[in-house]
């Protein structure tokens, strides 16, 4: 894993993760048709287009080659090796609308999101939960998209360190089953929160990495 400088911004950088199965994506993306004043940061991924995914809109879709050749040229503010696969977030993703003055969602898992909030503790962490573990094991295997071994590993690595990241996040919103639209309603919520909150105005101001430790 390795991140790269974030210069300065003016808006705000909410860090949105989850365990496979809370359903982050959907919650999001209902953000995201809302029209809601926003910039949703687009990421970086080693895998093939699920059904209706949509390359440069849901994420960026590389081979491993193309993945190491923009890893070189310094296109990434992040990256980070998971369940098999590489994911990546673009720095001009982050970086113009942070200029800009706009606030970013930064979808990210929950490595890269432990790793970024580190670096960048003015950034607002947001965990979104399933209701339960055995409710998001349902929702893989309902989805059809991964192999039984690999929901297998996405359920182990849940259990074993994933939902322990909702004790570090600044807020936590549970997606429960049917209510999609109220986790969406409640990350709103978060946004509107820390946009009224001037402490959080004045540390995205001076948003810099943390000291590294010793």
Not at 67 to 87: H, I, K, M, P, S
Not at 110 to 134: D, I, M, N, T
Request: glycine share 8%.
């Amino acid at each position: 894993m390795e991140s790269k400088p974030l210069p300065p911004p003016r808006g705000l950088l909410f860090l949105v993760t989850a365990p496979s199965g809370a359903g982050k994506d959907s919650v999001i993306d209902v953000l995201r048709r809302r029209g809601v004043d926003l910039a949703f940061a687009v990421t970086a991924v080693t895998r093939q287009p699920r059904a209706g995914e949509v390359d440069g809109v849901h994420h960026f879709f590389l081979t491993d080659a193309q993945f190491d050749a923009r890893r070189e040229q310094g296109w990434f503010l992040e990256t980070a090796n998971v369940y098999g696969r590489r994911y990546g977030t673009p720095l001009h993703q982050v970086r113009g609308p942070l200029r800009a003055g706009r606030d970013v969602v930064l979808r990210l898992d929950v490595q890269g999101a432990r790793a970024l909030k580190r670096r960048y503790p003015a950034a607002v962490a947001v965990f979104v939960e399933p209701p339960s573990p055995a409710e998001a094991e349902r929702r893989m295997r309902s989805r059809a998209t991964e192999s039984c071994g690999e929901i297998a590993r996405r359920v182990a690595a849940m259990r074993g360190y994933e939902l322990a990241f909702a004790r570090e996040a600044d807020a936590r919103i549970v997606n429960a089953t049917g209510g999609l639209e109220h986790a969406a309603d409640r990350l709103w919520d978060v946004v509107t929160a820390c946009r009224q909150d001037p402490a959080r105005r004045l540390a995205a101001a001076s948003l810099a990495p943390a000291p590294a430790d010793g």
